[in-house]
């Protein structure tokens, strides 16, 4: 339903002159937000389970070039949601899981189950 609606959402309700890197900050505060809130809610126990044996560096090797990936594909989203019709841009959107396998294959040479 998300992805029926987003785009139809957006047209309407975002207006065409907003800055694309506040869109995607917006969302991406709003994602740490609920992580935070949903990591408290385990109490004082999951905090420290969650960082334990992490550090600075190991944070940022372990998840700095995913989230490059992620805010070039939030950005990349953010401005298809304005210039695309709602049916191309799903259609568009499904089509990035035969993508992710194709290159799977291509790039690490794992076949498809």
Known sequence: VQFAVQPI???RCIAPGTATSSLVLG?????????LLALSAGGLDA????FKGWTLRGCFIAAGLPSVAFLVQNFCV??????????VFNVLNQAKVAFTAFFSWLFVGRPQS
Do not use: H, M
């Not at 969302?27 to 992580?35: L, T, V």
């Not at 953010?78 to 049916?87: E, K």
């Open 9 to 11: 959402l957006t047209k």
């Open 27 to 35: 969302a991406e505060c709003f994602k740490i937000s609920g992580c």
């Open 47 to 50: 905090w420290r389970a969650a």
């Open 78 to 87: 953010q401005v298809a949601y304005q210039r695309l019709d709602p049916v």
